[in-house]
Each structure stands twice: as C-alpha cells, then as structure tokens.
C-alpha cells in the first residue's frame, strides 16, 4: 500500500500531522496533566463531531455508484465504534446527554463538521472519504505513539485506541480513498486532496478548540 493514493495524500499533509501529534492537549494527557474540564469539553465536542460525521457518511452513502460500495458505506453508518467509549467517557466524566446537547458544537467544530457536509454534498464518494479519513487515521496512529498515562479517565480513552478500536475503520476508509483516486481523474484527486489537507488542518485545530475551550463570542 505504499503506492497508494491514501499514502500520498498523508505524506501530503506530514507537516500537519507532525503537529497535532505533538499537540499541548495530547502531551498533557500523556503526562496526566491535563485538566479535567478541558477534557469534559473534548469530549463533549467529539460527541457532536461524530454526528456530523455519520450524516457525511449518510450523504455518501446515496452516491454510492454500485453495490459493494453501498454495503462499505452502510457498515460505516450502522457500526458507530466510538460511541460505546464515549458512553464509558460520559460516565467517567459524569456527563449527561442532555448538558452535551445543551452545550452544542463550538465554532471550529461546527466549521469542521460544515466543511465534511458540504464536500459529501457537492462531491462524490471519493472526496467524501477523503474528507473522513484523516480523523480516524490520526487517532488510529495516535494510538501507537502514546503510553498510558497515570490517570484513570486519560488512561481508558488512550488505551481505546492502542488496542486498535479504528483499525478496521481506517483500512475501509483508505480503501475507499485509494479506489476512488485510482478511478478519478487528475481534478477528482485534486479535490481529494484539497478534502484531505482541510480536515487534516482541522483535526489540528479540534485539538487547539478544546485546550483553549473555544466558545462563541457573542
């Protein structure tokens, strides 16, 4: 695979993931530091994200141009892998359903879940599985770079993604992008591409968003 559209596309955006990788919010939860409201936050925010992703998968999903495709594209749908850590994450952090919808996304989250939704509606599957991919990859390799921290609540969210939980989510999604990329087009790819570096610079400033616990302005 390492001729792959989906290489290239991260090999693209190396210097943006070089620096979420080495995010403040990341190493204070590497080192236990990090304040526990901050990471009420997160993952209060990442609880909305994972909607707005599941409905860019939904979009994708009715422009799916063949059977298999489809079937790809509604196993992503029906297996929300997430939500059964951020039930435990809710839990351990004594979050209700109420107060996070009572909270709502906060401006970069929303402009990212915006963008998601406008490149699946105005683009095909190939540029809406570039959108999606860079979220589940850098926390798929997030999950190799970081050790257990010494903090009960920072140790089960990180030990989530060390075991693996979006391996497979990560395999289908680069499968999606190297098939797409490989049929389309020089303008497809370029599309792709621009999908691909765009969330990636939000994946960086989701972390940014949540250290600084963004809120409107007015």
Not at 115 to 126: D, E, F, K, Q, R
Not at 179 to 197: H, K, N, P, T, W
Request: aromatic share 12%.
């Amino acid at each position: 695979m390492s001729s792959s559209f989906s290489k290239e596309l991260q090999q693209s955006a190396e210097h943006i993931w070089s620096r979420i990788f080495d995010h403040p919010f990341l190493k204070e939860i590497q080192s236990g530091i990090l304040p526990l409201e901050k990471f009420r936050y997160y993952a209060i925010q990442d609880y909305h994200y994972l909607e707005g992703f599941a409905r860019t998968v939904s979009i994708a999903l009715s422009k799916a141009p063949d059977t298999p495709t489809l079937k790809k594209l509604a196993l992503r749908v029906n297996t929300p892998v997430e939500r059964p850590l951020h039930v435990r994450m809710f839990e351990l952090l004594e979050i209700t359903v109420e107060e996070a919808e009572r909270v709502g996304p906060s401006p970069t989250n929303r402009a990212y879940m915006d963008h998601m939704v406008a490149t699946a509606s105005l683009g095909g599957v190939g540029e809406a599985a570039a959108a999606l991919l860079p979220c589940p990859w850098t926390y798929h390799e997030l999950g190799s770079r970081l050790a257990l921290p010494d903090h009960p609540v920072y140790q089960h969210w990180v030990e989530a993604y060390r075991s693996g939980l979006l391996e497979a989510s990560t395999a289908a999604w680069r499968e999606l992008v190297d098939r797409f990329g490989a049929e389309g087009g020089q303008s497809v790819r370029d599309a792709m591409r621009r999908a691909f570096l765009t969330s990636s610079r939000y994946e960086f400033l989701f972390w940014t968003m949540a250290h600084d616990m963004e809120r409107w302005p007015v």
